[in-house]
């Protein structure tokens, strides 16, 4: 059988063999002992091959993967102790407790190929439908094996008919997900739950957060271009180096966030909350910055910004380290 197949097809098969084994090939009264030893082989290696080749289960979500497996390791192995009674050399002297014993793996062996079928016909990775299993507690596993081996799922386990079956993920349930140096473009995270994720070096360009809950994210070095972080909630997210030109933060809540040595240039940061943020050395040349409140927020060594633009701020009088020329 092609390794390409669905693994659903190649366990509907492995059953099927299973039951000829079971109700044909082992019959007391017209036994096929060869056949049933060349049907189990058939199950073990392709049992085996479902395991560790292709498309198989080690690359399968984890979250899904572990009834799986135990299920086909258990076939396999019963598949492995019927070969080994039937080929055992006083088979013909203790032929009726070799059968018995081979009728009640071979039971058992059947029962775990339908659970395994079961399993695979239930489980949404055939194909995965995000916008029906994103806000489930495990889908950030899901999501994060998705983004690191996007090319693998997109091409065979992933519904692609509808691209924003995977690039819609607004509303979902990210917390802690490591996405680190992924490559998520212009996907949208509306309003999605991603409190200390972590997107670091991730390619983010025109991605959307608006209104995401992103506390204490961690996006040091990304590719934050054109991103939307409107009225998104980022308190004590780390955003340092991160490339963030022309990014949208309006009103935004970004108290305590770090955007140290972060290129800000012609970002919309108006009515952002930077409260006790970390802005120092970050570049915010074109910036736009007006009722933003700069309270504690820390400008030392700040880049690009005008007298007249901080003024426009709010409490920009009581920010940190305000450079002598911008007071």
Not at 6 to 17: P, T
Not at 62 to 67: E, S
Not at 185 to 205: I, R, S, T, V
Not at 234 to 255: P, R, T
Request: aromatic content about 12%.
């Amino acid at each position: 059988m092609a390794e390409d197949q669905l693994i659903k097809d190649q366990i509907a098969a492995m059953e099927g063999w299973a039951i000829l084994v079971l109700r044909s090939k082992l019959n007391a009264s017209k036994p096929d002992y060869e056949g049933a030893k060349g049907l189990l082989k058939h199950i073990n290696r392709q049992g085996r091959k479902l395991e560790w080749r292709g498309y198989g289960i080690r690359k399968l979500p984890d979250v899904f993967t572990k009834d799986l497996k135990t299920q086909i390791s258990s076939a396999r192995a019963s598949a492995q102790k019927i070969i080994d009674w039937l080929d055992k050399k006083d088979f013909e002297q203790k032929k009726e407790l070799y059968l018995k014993l081979c009728k009640q793996y071979a039971t058992s062996m059947t029962e775990m190929l339908k659970r395994a079928r079961v399993t695979v016909e239930e489980e949404p990775w055939e194909p995965i439908n995000f916008p029906k299993i994103k806000k489930e507690k495990w889908f950030a596993s899901l999501f994060e094996q998705f983004a690191k081996r996007r090319d693998y799922y997109k091409g065979y386990h992933l519904d692609t008919s509808d691209v924003s079956n995977f690039i819609d993920l607004s509303y979902a349930l990210l917390v802690a997900a490591n996405l680190k140096g992924v490559n998520l473009e212009h996907f949208y995270f509306e309003e999605a739950n991603l409190e200390g994720a972590n997107f670091e070096k991730a390619h983010l360009k025109g991605a959307c957060f608006d209104g995401a809950h992103l506390e204490k994210a961690h996006f040091g070095k990304a590719n934050l271009v054109e991103v939307k972080f409107r009225k998104a909630h980022l308190k004590k997210a780390f955003l340092g180096d991160a490339y963030l030109k022309e990014a949208n933060f309006f009103g935004a809540d970004l108290e305590e966030a770090k955007f140290n040595g972060a290129d800000l240039t012609e970002a919309d940061l108006r009515k952002a909350n930077f409260n006790g943020a970390d802005l120092q050395e970050a570049n915010l040349t074109g910036a736009k910055i007006e009722r933003a409140n700069f309270y504690e927020a820390d400008l030392l060594g700040i880049i690009g910004l005008t007298k007249e633009r901080l003024h426009s701020a709010n409490n920009w009088e009581l920010a940190k380290n305000i450079p002598p020329n911008l007071k």
